[in-house]
């Protein structure tokens, strides 16, 4: 995949989560959803930017598999006003403008991903 990274091919080789193999499987699931979609490594994790904005970074920290939906690295302005429609029901909103979506295991990705990567596809154009 060309807007796939190196750095986050060595992130991920070093990377000791006990669901490694979901990550790995929803990375490249992300970067198939729209060729402006590419990757690199923040807050030790694989995140995905359009168009050069950050839009979304996986949370490593925890035993599953969450994604952090954000508009970029801070706050803007007028995010009180941000408006972004989930019918998915798989965003749990942390702010106005900063969403987490969680996912068991694999299994739980694969029976969402239909869902969650139309999700994705939005999410990131908003």
Aim: net charge neutral; glycine share 4%.
């Amino acid at each position: 995949m060309t807007n796939q990274s190196d750095k986050v091919d060595q992130l991920m080789e070093a990377v000791d989560h006990p669901q490694k193999e979901a990550v790995e499987y929803l990375r490249a699931a992300i970067l198939r959803v729209d060729p402006k979609i590419t990757e690199q490594v923040k807050w030790n994790a694989p995140s995905f930017c359009y168009d050069g904005v950050d839009r979304v970074t996986f949370q490593l920290k925890s035993k599953d598999i969450q994604l952090i939906l954000h508009r970029g690295a801070k706050v803007k302005d007028g995010a009180e006003s941000f408006s972004f429609a989930d019918d998915t029901g798989l965003m749990k909103w942390r702010s106005s403008d900063r969403a987490v979506v969680t996912f068991k295991d694999l299994a739980d990705i694969k029976a969402n991903e239909t869902a969650f990567l139309a999700l994705l596809k939005r999410w990131v154009k908003a």
